[in-house]
């Protein structure tokens, strides 16, 4: 029987993954390529287009030599991306005009505090969901029109495109024909009002951006183009979704109805939960965010960002070389009955939700001459735990209830350690699929039901085993541990202000 397969090309922040899924969800084949990221100056991170291209084509190239597939068995391609990184290109030739500016990178901090200190950001965070930092994409392309008159000068001519990497990712499988986002993307650019259905004029007026250089707004799931001159992958196949990384992975966890979420833990951790057909505005300084538009019908979700998950066990790694590889991590935490008294904030981009403070900094405290790696590598994992339970509580808050547990996904919850001590932060059982694929899965789904693939959201196969982590931490030690964290917190927000 002749096999057949929906592709996911999941475009992060550290490399490019490629899985391929027939209809019972099963992975025939995985393929993935890490790329670099550059920092060429404190708080700034960029992305050469080159390179990110490059790794999608040999993950491609891995997962279907993984799975020995033919190009005849593919059915489809769904597209998930990291989100807010923005690029500009050449029209013609689809080289990038300058390296893209990743979600993480501080530049366009100044942008963001003049016009919040013009008072502008209440205005924007009602229509937007969103709030004024330089994670969101619209300052990123503000900077870098100011500081190029030649590259405004060809965005005003539309000689030059913009978008997120979802958009950079279809001009190239496209050999160029589409131009096209959508709206759980676009609504990450402080573009897009939530209750519009295309770019807002007066919005791009306010950021000095030219309609001339931005994508068309389409739906999530749909045919929008077919792959061209794109190898490994064939001429002719079509491009049937395309949804940012977090959303999609709320897709994958099946959180379709209002009150269902998830947190990834991949580079950052991002908290969502399913609100419905209606956006809902945060009073915790949380996101309100499409989450994605299918069947004619725009959903939405709220949304926490910590900016340092997994990318603070990649610092132990590159930064300090405190460890080889990430699966040491788990080891080390266990080999120390605590911290030692070490709190670890890894504000090294800033701090998202709820702080969103673009100045704090990473902050190591507590270090005695007892302290070794095994205390900074176990303190490391803490602050990732310490950051998802201020987004739960912000988030319980926002949701007037109490969340009844927590669906994880990502690669960092393969560590044991880390879902143990998130489960007691929380107070709450944490909730770990044996596919943390969520994010792949999600835009693989969105894509064979647009094609047909599947005939309905009935129709996806049922998530695998689970494994649960069940609280065990006493509630007083809990508050004594989130009061120290909370005292840690403010010494980092501090030191940005030094």
């Keep these: 029987m002749k096999r057949e397969v929906v592709i996911a090309i999941d ?60 190009p005849a068995e593919l059915v489809a391609v769904g597209i998930t991306n990291q989100r807010e990184t923005a690029f500009l290109w050449d029209r013609a030739t ?18 963001g505090q003049a016009h919040r200190e013009a008072g502008r950001e209440p205005d924007l965070s009602r229509r937007t969901g969103l709030l004024l930092d330089p994670y969101f994409s619209g300052t990123k392309w503000q900077w870098l029109l100011e500081q190029d008159e030649t590259l405004a000068r060809r965005a005003r001519s539309g000689e030059a495109r ?12 496209t050999g160029g024909h589409v131009h096209v986002t959508d709206p759980s993307n676009a609504s990450r650019t402080l573009l897009l009002d939530l209750d519009g259905q295309d770019w807002a004029p007066d919005l791009l007026d306010f950021f000095g951006l030219p309609a001339a250089m931005m994508p068309r707004v389409v739906p999530t799931g749909g045919v929008l183009g077919t792959v061209r001159d794109f190898a490994p992958l064939p ?14 992975a709320l897709f994958g966890q099946r959180a379709w109805t209002a009150g269902e979420g998830k947190c990834t833990y991949g580079t950052g951790c991002f908290l969502l939960v399913h609100t419905g057909d209606r956006p809902v505005q ?52 266990r080999s120390v009955p605590d911290s030692g008294g070490v709190v670890l904030v890894p504000a090294f981009t800033g701090l998202g939700a709820p702080h969103w403070d673009p100045e704090a900094r990473g902050t190591l405290l507590g270090l005695t001459r007892g302290t070794g790696r095994a205390h900074v590598v176990r303190a490391a994992l803490e602050g990732v735990a310490f950051q998802v339970a ?50 792949a899965w999600g835009a693989a789904a969105i894509a064979g039901l647009a094609t047909g693939f599947w005939a309905s ?28 964290w909370r005292r840690a917190v403010d010494r ?6 030094v």
Excluded: K
């Excluded at 978008?163 to 499988?173: A, I, K, M, P, R």
């Excluded at 001429?235 to 977090?246: E, F, K, S, T």
């Design 235 to 248: 001429d002719g196949l079509p491009i049937a979704a395309i949804v940012g990384d977090q959303q999609a």
């Design 94 to 111: 689809g080289e990038a005009l300058h390296p893209g500016i990743v979600w993480q990178c501080r530049r366009s901090a100044a942008i």
């Design 11 to 70: 475009q992060g922040t550290t490399g490019s993954t490629v899985l391929a899924f027939d209809r019972a969800g099963r992975v025939l084949g995985r393929g993935y390529s890490p790329f670099p990221q550059h920092f060429p100056r404190p708080g700034w991170v960029e992305h050469r287009g080159n390179e990110l291209l490059a790794s999608v084509r040999e993950a491609c190239s891995r997962a279907l030599d993984q799975g020995g597939l033919q």
């Design 457 to 484: 959201r009935a129709d996806l196969p049922e998530p695998g085993e689970v494994s649960t982590f069940v609280p065990d931490m006493p509630g007083d030690a809990r508050e004594r541990r989130l009061a120290t």
């Design 282 to 333: 945060s009073h915790q300084r949380l996101l309100t965010t499409v989450a994605w538009e299918m069947g004619g019908v725009r959903e939405f979700a709220l949304e926490g960002s910590v900016f340092m998950g997994g990318a603070t066990i990649q610092w132990l790694r590159d930064g300090l070389g405190l460890i080889v590889s990430a699966d040491e991590t788990e080891a080390l935490a």
């Design 390 to 439: 201020e987004l739960v509580e912000a988030m319980e808050r926002d949701l007037s209830r109490p969340l009844a547990s927590l669906r994880v996904d990502g690669g960092a919850t393969a560590n044991g350690f880390l879902l143990e001590t998130q489960a007691g932060l929380l107070g709450l059982p944490v909730v770990r699929a044996n596919q943390v694929e969520s994010t």
């Design 162 to 173: 913009a978008g997120t990497v979802d958009s950079f990712l279809v001009h190239h499988l």
């Design 492 to 497: 980092a927000r501090a030191w940005g202000e």
